[in-house]
């Protein structure tokens, strides 16, 4: 299982040290979710924390990203250094133009579904994809509950995966806690985010990394 901890649950008021205790804590990759107040409600990060996040931890950064026109900032992110680029196929007439565009500049590409698109919306793009990011939650937000209604998708999407020769990562986000990532898991996910359960568990991020490794 790989763990992609989202930063927009970090304290920024000690950006470097929490990074480094993600470190510390045995995280495999950083998840950062951009966000610009238009596809969601929220606006958050940019290309430019992304240097700063790989000088401090050297960890794969794995970018979520919640925006109109992806397209027009795929070169910005790739030059940041994110390694991998997961875009949402929803408000995106371009999608696959996107994802060739986000493996020109070699990075690994991501599509992401919101929890009302069904499975049937990707499957022309499974060839083409690195990784497949499946929401539990509605995207904009940190702290939401989980909803369980997306585990028959989770499991349908690592039926297609298994049934293809290409190798794509399952990736789940949203809610995901000690208590809700069993299930997640046992659906297929190889990849799970998660803000809260980390960067906000009582005993801290090593302690709630632990709740999740041994869930
Ligand atoms: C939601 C983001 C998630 C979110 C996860 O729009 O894509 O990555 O930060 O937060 P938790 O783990 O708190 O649900
Ligand atoms: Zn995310």
């Not at 000690?178 to 809260?196: H, L, N, P, Y």
Request: proline share 6%.
């Amino acid at each position: 299982m790989i763990i992609s901890s989202s930063i927009i649950s970090l304290d920024f008021l000690s950006f470097e040290e929490e990074l480094k205790r993600t470190v510390q804590a045995g995280i495999d990759w950083l998840h950062i979710d951009v966000m610009d107040g238009l596809f969601v409600p929220n606006i958050t990060i940019g290309p430019m924390f992304l240097p700063f996040c790989k000088k401090a931890t050297n960890l794969p950064l794995d970018v979520h990203l919640m925006i109109n026109h992806p397209e027009r900032h795929i070169e910005a992110f790739a030059k940041a250094s994110a390694d991998h680029i997961s875009i949402h196929i929803e408000n995106n007439p371009n999608v696959l133009r996107t994802i060739q565009q986000i493996k020109e500049f070699d990075c690994k590409a991501g599509i992401v579904l919101n929890p009302a698109t069904p499975v049937e919306s990707i499957i022309e793009l499974l060839p083409f994809v690195d990784m497949i990011l499946v929401m539990t939650v509605n995207p904009g937000f940190s702290g939401q509950k989980f909803l369980p209604e997306m585990l028959p998708k989770i499991n349908t999407i690592r039926k297609l995966i298994d049934q293809s020769t290409q190798k794509i990562l399952l990736q789940v986000d949203g809610g995901i806690n000690k208590d809700t990532i069993k299930s997640v898991i046992e659906a297929g996910a190889d990849v799970i985010v998660a803000a809260t359960a980390i960067y906000k568990y009582p005993q801290g991020i090593k302690a709630g990394v632990d709740a999740l490794r041994n869930f």
